[in-house]
Each structure stands twice: as C-alpha cells, then as structure tokens.
C-alpha cells in the first residue's frame, strides 16, 4: 500500500465508524458492511475517492442498508463524484432496501444528478431491456442470503 492510502486508513480509524476496522486490505468494511469510499464520498473527499478506486476498492461495495458509495454520492449530490463512480463502473441499478441511487438522487431533491444519470441509465436499459427485473431479483437473492444466515 501506497504511503498515502496508508495515511488515510490512519485518518479513517480515528473516526468511530472505522475504529475497529483493520486497513489491511482496501476492502476492508466496517461492522455495517461500508468500505472506505462510503467514508470518502460522505466526507465528498474526491482526491481520497480517486485514490482508492486507484487502489482496487469494491465501487460496489454494500454497506448500511445495502447503499453503495453511488447511493451516497447521489445523496449528498455532487455531480463530480457521481461521475467518478459511474465511470469506474458503479452499478446504477443496485437496489438499497428498494431504492436505486436515481430515486436516492430524486428523494433528495438533487434532479440535477438525476439529469446526470438519465443518459447513461438510458443506454444501459436500450443495451439490456431488463435489466431493471434483473437488478429487482439480484436484490430479492441477497434478501433471501441474508435472512437464510439468520436461520443458521
């Protein structure tokens, strides 16, 4: 690991959040399952944001609730960051506990970044037509994981 990203791990574990988290690995999550790009895109850290998925980390990572870093990006509204997920390849179609960053975005208020990721979902479901049903039962699979591991 680059000095750098060594020194942010540093700056993460002195949060309550990723106190307990031990960085050896970029993919390294908290306890809700958020890696350090949840941290770098609610702190809207662009640089911190670009170093890691420089370094690897899981752009797609579910963390609290099942939000990616891209439904926190479109949360908090800053189209540079949002755009920076989508070009590394966020998911535009991963489903939280039913909502995907675009509704995130519009029950947020931020129709900005809705007109941001309007193209780019458009193409995506003139490429694949369902892949709206095919993100639903994605979410549907994880569920059943998830409440299966509770059973054992």
Not at 100 to 128: N, W, Y
Request: aromatic content about 4%; charged content about 25%.
């Amino acid at each position: 690991m680059s000095p750098e990203l060594i020194a942010l791990f540093e700056r993460l574990r002195e949060t309550a959040t990723y106190a307990n988290v031990l960085f050896d690995d970029v993919n390294a999550t908290n306890s809700d399952g958020d890696n350090a790009l949840h941290w770098a895109v609610s702190s809207d850290d662009l640089a911190a944001a670009r170093m890691l998925i420089d370094a690897g980390i899981q752009v797609n990572q579910r963390g609290d609730l099942g939000h990616t870093p891209l439904h926190e990006a479109c949360a908090a509204g800053n189209p540079d960051m949002v755009m920076l997920l989508v070009q590394h390849g966020a998911d535009l179609y991963a489903q939280s506990e039913g909502d995907i960053p675009f509704t995130v975005a519009r029950l947020s208020g931020h129709d900005a970044i809705c007109d941001l990721l309007r193209p780019t979902m458009d193409e995506a479901q003139r490429k694949d037509p369902h892949v709206w049903i095919r993100a639903r039962i994605s979410h549907l699979e994880r569920e059943i994981r998830r409440l299966k591991a509770l059973l054992e």
